[in-house]
């Protein structure tokens, strides 16, 4: 089949974008239990504490009190909400009805905006651009 065209599947960049962000997670609960100050250190623990599942599921799917959960983790560590929200905004182009350039455009901001909070996402994203973009 030499005519063949390689897609990349979004499942693979989702999962990588999410052990990221499960990988930062685990640091910041590390983090929080070397806080030195009592009672600062119970407050991010707890704000901390069932964060994993309501991070990882996708906005549409979470009920009030992980919404909740959501709200409070951005309050005791910004950068996992920041983190959160720059997850569902590459879903949000993975949905989209677009074209496969605007869906290279998108993603190559996603990139530049995302790097900092996912850089082995980003430059994965990178290398396989085309195919990830590649029309099905």
């Given at each position: 089949?030499?005519?063949?065209?390689?897609?990349?599947?979004?499942?693979?960049?989702?999962?990588?974008i999410?052990?990221?962000?499960?990988?930062?997670?685990?640091?910041?609960?590390?983090?929080?239990?070397?806080?030195?100050n009592?009672?600062?250190?119970?407050?991010?623990?707890?704000?901390l504490?069932?964060?994993?599942?309501?991070?990882?599921?996708?906005?549409?799917?979470?009920?009030?009190e992980?919404?909740?959960?959501?709200?409070?983790?951005?309050?005791?560590?910004?950068?996992?909400?920041?983190?959160?929200?720059?997850?569902?905004?590459?879903?949000?182009?993975?949905?989209?009805?677009?074209?496969?350039?605007?869906?290279?455009?998108?993603?190559?901001?996603?990139?530049?905006?995302?790097?900092?909070?996912?850089?082995?996402?980003?430059?994965?994203?990178?290398?396989?651009?085309?195919?990830?973009?590649a029309p099905?």
């Open positions: 089949m030499p005519n063949a065209q390689i897609v990349a599947d979004r499942f693979h960049v989702m999962k990588q999410n052990e990221e962000l499960d990988t930062k997670i685990k640091q910041e609960k590390r983090a929080a239990k070397k806080i030195k009592r009672k600062i250190r119970q407050e991010t623990l707890t704000g504490t069932h964060s994993k599942y309501p991070l990882l599921k996708k906005k549409e799917s979470l009920n009030h992980e919404k909740a959960k959501i709200e409070t983790v951005e309050q005791v560590a910004p950068e996992l909400g920041e983190m959160y929200h720059d997850k569902e905004a590459i879903r949000d182009i993975f949905d989209s009805p677009i074209t496969s350039d605007e869906a290279f455009d998108k993603l190559l901001k996603w990139t530049e905006n995302s790097y900092q909070y996912f850089p082995k996402s980003c430059r994965t994203i990178s290398r396989w651009i085309d195919e990830i973009v099905v």
